[in-house]
């Protein structure tokens, strides 16, 4: 059964930064194309970073990019997100999810319906 578990989040300052960590289990984690996105009560779940099975390629949602850095490590099954200069806005649950299709090699990750495993997710509040 395929788990992904996420771990990092917190209450941090404004200009602090932090590191997200995403676990999966269950699956050929270096088959998958992964992403995070985040969410706030009554908005819609939002794209914050995207990255394929092999690392070649990275996206980011326009809020974070410059600031935030998505990456993985396959040999631990573990994806990453290391967020600095954090804001306010920042503040989310944070979701780790598969995209759906072995190898994906695409650009298109900002969708949530393109994932199809979601982790529970972890809170990260940032405070002015």
């Known amino acids: 059964q395929v788990q992904l578990v996420e771990f990092g989040g917190g209450s941090v300052q404004t200009g602090d930064s932090l590191r997200l960590s995403c676990v999966g289990s269950g699956l050929i984690f270096s088959a998958y194309s992964m992403g995070w996105f985040r969410q706030v009560p009554g908005k819609e779940r939002e794209f914050v970073a995207g990255?394929?099975?092999?690392?070649?390629?990275?996206y980011y949602g326009s809020a974070v990019e410059g600031r935030f850095t998505i990456s993985r490590d396959n040999a631990k099954n573990t994806m990453y997100l290391e967020m600095n200069s954090l804001k306010p806005e920042d503040t989310a649950k944070y979701y780790c999810?598969?995209?759906?299709?072995?190898?994906?090699?695409?650009?298109?990750?900002?969708?949530?319906?393109?994932?199809?495993?979601w982790g529970h997710g972890t809170q990260v509040t940032v405070s002015s």
């Open positions: 990255i394929t099975w092999g690392s070649g390629r990275k």
């Open positions: 999810a598969r995209r759906e299709g072995t190898y994906y090699s695409g650009a298109s990750f900002k969708g949530p319906l393109d994932y199809d495993y």
